[in-house]
């Protein structure tokens, strides 16, 4: 894959399942992140081809839980992140996506506890040597690109020798989110530091941190040098952010969302959960909409708040037929 001059979705955690993914490159997106998953939790899982929605879905053995689930569409452009503090089961959890995605990341600044009290995510940005044990073992035993995605460390001279070092390794990309990690998120993103790592470095950086309109795009690839652009909360505040028209109202965004989760029989919980957070950015919960969507038990319920009951009842019904003659 190539990652020069392209737009990308952040990496999530409970948003960027399949049907945001597939909203965000709708709009525009060329690269779309899934959501970090940890590789203890993706190693349980056996890869399925489900023939009833026409996806790959690697679900935890013995049960139904859908760890990750991905489709042919965004086979060119869809990344795995994963959250790992060992190369060999970084490795073994790789091995197992690999073939149906087109990159596999590396989180290096989750700085939530779970992540860090595991050895995992902003807690490898202090270990150098075992960044490069996990790309330089990925990068020798599987054929998909790697890449991975830092935040800033205490100084700017700290930050691009790390970079150096994540450079060697042989990584087609790296992202660099603009905060340090104690920083928080209405701390304004650092783009000169980001610009000092792009200047530093040969391989393509993704600059991420701030950006909430579509012109910010241009600001964050001047400020830094970058040519390619990471966007996380702007995206999920209303996904049409990639798109150099007009921005789509937030209500058809919304819309179109619950459509997608309708088709990709997205879990309602993450779907729940990324409604919310929509609403709350622009609106309330307190209002009917919010309060319905909390009510909320499945997709046939998101969908009548929606005024879409026939479009989950047609899907529901072309699903029924395809089963009954395949
Ligand atoms: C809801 C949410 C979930 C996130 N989950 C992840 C994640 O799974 N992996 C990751 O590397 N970063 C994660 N991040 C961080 C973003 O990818 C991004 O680095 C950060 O929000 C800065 O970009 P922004 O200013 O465009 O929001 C998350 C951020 C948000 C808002």
Redesign the pocket.
Known sequence: MEYENKLVL???????TLPFRLLAADYGADIT?A??IIDHKIIKCERIVNDYIKSTDFVEKGTDNVVFRTCNEEKGRVVF?M?TSDAVRALKAAQLVCKDVAAV?I????PKSFSVSGGM?AALLTKPDLIHDILTTLRRNIDTPVTC?I?LLKSSQDTVELARRIEKTGVSAL?V???QVADR?RDP?KWNEIADVVSALTIPVIA?????EYDDIQRIKVATGASSV???????WNASIFSPNVEAHWEDVKKEYVRKSILWDNDVKSTKHTLK?MIMHYSCLEFPEGKAIIKSQNLADLAKIYGDEEYYESVRAYRIALNRHA
């Open positions: 952040a990496p999530m955690v409970r948003v960027g992140y959501e970090e992140q959250g990341d989180n290096m600044g989750c995510g995605k935040r992202a989110h603009g905060r998120p993103a991420n941190g701030d950006v909430f990471m966007v996380a909360r702007g995206a999920l957070e």
